[in-house]
């Protein structure tokens, strides 16, 4: 990358990320991601997020400082030197997960999920999952609130809250957590290599419907959903040396 990156800011619609989006402007210009050798996310996580799915096809690398409540996948914001942090940023690259669901009606839809993807009971009746990989049933029958795929990246939120493992990145695992568990009540979920087909059948759907979300993108009523890693796609994170995300993942094994 050159000592002047043709820089492009994306910024939350938050009031503190909108004003430094014009502080930064100003400072290095501004150009469309399409044609930018960087691109710079401010806001939370959930807008790094937001930007992942919306320009990661592009293959820019993606430097964020963290201008919301959340913070895991961000730098900490500072409007001072950041040609120099950028030039000094460490890479990590991230492999998104691929999701392809089956509704009730007989429709399909995708997405893709750089944390997880959830599937999740939609009323108060348990949601009743078969859990398969690579065309071999492995759970016959989960009875719980739901289950979910979690990537490295992904590991140390929602998966993490539902007491599943944390993930090293670049350790080339997924892993596989149920969400409050009723039967088998001693299954603690799987740490799996990244590369198995992974499919969820929900059980009586209509009595049990349940809906499965990757990252942020919702579909309900869904009967069957198919996981896997991504082959095609990867995106790069870029982080200051001192908050490198993988350090961050470590870190986080280590909190009492």
Excluded at 183 to 201: H, M, N, S, V, Y
């Amino acid at each position: 990358m050159s000592a002047s990156p043709r820089i492009a800011f994306l910024a939350s619609a938050a009031p503190n990320a909108q004003q430094a989006l014009e502080t930064m402007v100003a400072r290095h210009g501004q150009h469309p991601p399409e044609e930018a050798d960087v691109i710079c996310s401010l806001g939370g996580d959930g807008f790094m997020l937001q930007t992942l799915h919306r320009h990661g096809g592009l293959g820019k690398p993606v430097y964020g400082m963290k201008l919301g409540t959340v913070g895991f996948l961000m730098n900490h914001y500072n409007a001072e030197q950041l040609l120099e942090r950028i030039a000094g940023a460490e890479p990590a690259k991230l492999r998104p997960l691929e999701m392809v669901a089956q509704t009730e009606s007989g429709g399909s839809t995708g997405s893709l999920a750089y944390n997880e993807v959830s599937l999740l009971r939609q009323t108060r009746q348990a949601a009743h999952i078969r859990i398969g990989l690579n065309g071999q049933t492995r759970l016959d029958e989960l009875i719980c609130d739901g289950v979910m795929v979690a990537t490295p990246a992904g590991s140390t939120a929602y998966n993490f809250s539902a007491h599943g493992p944390i993930l090293p990145l670049g350790s080339h695992t997924i892993a596989l957590t149920p969400i409050a568990a009723f039967r088998p009540r001693r299954w603690r979920g799987a740490t799996l290599k990244a590369d198995p087909e992974i499919r969820f059948e929900g059980l009586d759907p209509y009595k049990r419907p349940v809906s499965v979300t990757a990252d942020s993108h919702e579909t309900r009523d869904v009967v069957e959903v198919v996981i896997r890693e991504s082959t095609d796609r990867t995106v790069t994170l870029l982080f200051d040396p001192e908050h490198n995300l993988e350090e961050r993942i470590l870190s986080e094994q280590f909190v009492v």
